[in-house]
């Protein structure tokens, strides 16, 4: 039966560039089936209700709440079976080949925001195929058994720390980024837009309005104000009481007037992590002021 409409599937999935280039296809072939199965049902369904609704002699309102609950639950039932008859077997062949053409970590890309240290393809495939399955909540029992058995098929514990998703990609945002020659203002990811990490290094401060490149000298002096301003924030805080957020008035004390531990608005450890992505933005860019700054 024809359905109306067409599906144009476009894959910009970025925690695809993370993994390697073979096994990026498994992971953008598994999301096209997902996407266009659900598609095509839907289009089924809602053509299947116009046709009742008609042969009903107009009775039924296309459209209507109960309809598209209706739609719902059986668009919900095919997808829940899809998952568990159809992917599920599927993606255990898909991760026993990965696993007999993959070797190890030096399969992965290093790309601007790589922070982890990969050593299984085909782990990092399943983490990053349920992760975004799990997206659709639908389906979301059947993801959980399709990742606890993939899991299981790789000797890797469904609550262990190494089985967990973690976002492959640090990032940091700079606001307001203005163009000198056309004073466009944006915001840019250093770690993660695809123009600023892309391959071609020439253009990679270009404007995206007018093609002028950026200043990276008053970038990066913003980078280093920046990482100035977080750590003396740091340093100049003031200790609270973890109980009733006061301000501790009293010098080397570690314990507050009601006899609870003194804490800090920022840890050392976020700092730490920002600093720590502020280190790889200068490495990859090439910024040693700010790598200095920063280590």
């Not at 089985?163 to 004073?183: K, Q, T």
């Not at 840019?188 to 007018?210: F, K, N, Q, Y």
Request: hydrophobic share 40%; proline share 3%; glycine share 6%.
């Amino acid at each position: 039966r024809p359905l109306p409409g067409r599906l144009n599937v476009h894959s910009n999935w970025r925690i695809a560039h993370y993994l390697p280039q073979s096994v990026q296809e498994y992971f953008v072939t598994t999301l096209y089936t997902f996407i266009a199965r659900h598609h095509h049902r839907r289009a089924l369904l809602v053509q299947q209700q116009q046709e009742e609704a008609a042969a009903g002699g107009g009775m039924a309102v296309v459209g209507t709440a109960s309809m598209h609950d209706a739609i719902e639950a059986a668009l919900g039932d095919y997808m829940r079976h899809l998952v568990k008859k159809f992917l599920t077997p599927r993606l255990l062949d898909v991760v026993r080949t990965i696993q007999e053409v993959h070797s190890g970590p030096e399969d992965f890309p290093q790309l601007a925001g790589s922070h982890r240290e990969l050593t299984s393809p085909a782990l990092e495939f399943v983490k990053c195929v349920c992760h975004v399955l799990a997206l659709d909540r639908a389906v979301g029992g059947e993801v959980e058994y399709l990742r606890r058995t993939l899991l299981l098929q790789l000797g890797v514990r469904e609550f262990s720390r190494e089985g967990g998703f973690v976002d492959p990609s640090l990032s940091f945002v700079l606001r307001d980024v203005v163009c000198a020659h056309c004073n466009a203002c944006v915001d840019v990811d250093v770690l993660r837009d695809p123009v600023l990490t892309g391959e071609d290094e020439a253009g990679r401060w270009a404007c995206s309005t007018c093609g002028h490149l950026y200043d990276t000298m008053d970038v990066e002096q913003r980078l280093v104000e920046h990482a100035q301003q977080r750590s003396a924030a740091f340093l100049m805080q003031d200790f609270r009481c973890s109980r009733t957020h006061q301000v501790s008035v009293k010098l080397l004390a570690t314990m507050s007037d009601m006899c609870a531990p003194l804490s800090m608005d920022v840890s050392s450890r976020d700092l730490m992590q920002e600093l720590t992505v502020l280190q790889r933005v200068a490495k990859f860019h090439g910024f040693e002021w700010l790598g200095e700054t920063t280590a």
